[in-house]
């Protein structure tokens, strides 16, 4: 049997392909980050600011290479889900990321990392390609 594939059907199935890949990366940062954000240099948190960066800087640069605001939303799931899943106390009563402070810096660090991720692509996104280019107030193109 001989059937012809356009090209948009095999684009959308490594765009899929590429999304899962990128709701993975967020999980496995996520997962890293839980059992690693306690180390500290002093009384600073490094490990969980930089985890923190990390989750910031992977869910612009998915934004801009997808070119989609999706390409930020799901490395921020997976982060998201990783994070809180780990925090949650099992039943004997352990927790992986602790009441500290560089749980909290972790946690709410790394969650209004991906949520100034978002933004920021919606914002890059609304901009759009068209009006890039343009310089303010004149409407003219830059030579």
């Known amino acids: 049997m001989n059937v012809t594939t356009g090209k948009r059907g ?19 940062e996520g997962m ?15 490990a969980a600011l930089a985890f923190c960066a990390a989750i910031l800087a992977t869910c612009l640069l998915a934004a801009w290479a997808m ?5 930020a939303v ?7 889900i990783a994070a809180f899943v780990l ?3 099992v039943s004997n009563g352990s ?9 909290k810096w972790y946690l709410y660090g790394g969650t209004l990392s991906v949520a100034v991720a978002v933004v920021l692509s919606f914002v ?3 901009r759009g390609p068209g009006r890039a280019g343009r310089s303010r107030g004149t409407g003219t193109q830059p030579k």
């Open 32 to 46: 890293i980050g839980s059992f690693q954000y306690a180390r500290r240099a002093g009384s600073v948190p490094v």
């Open 124 to 126: 890059g996104m609304a």
């Open 95 to 103: 927790v992986i990321i602790t009441n500290t402070t560089p749980g």
């Open 10 to 28: 095999t684009r959308s199935l490594v765009s899929v392909g590429v999304y899962g890949v990128l709701f993975l990366l967020g999980l496995v």
């Open 74 to 80: 799901l490395p921020a799931m997976g982060w998201v």
């Open 67 to 71: 070119r989609s605001v999706s390409g």
């Open 87 to 89: 925090s949650m106390p």
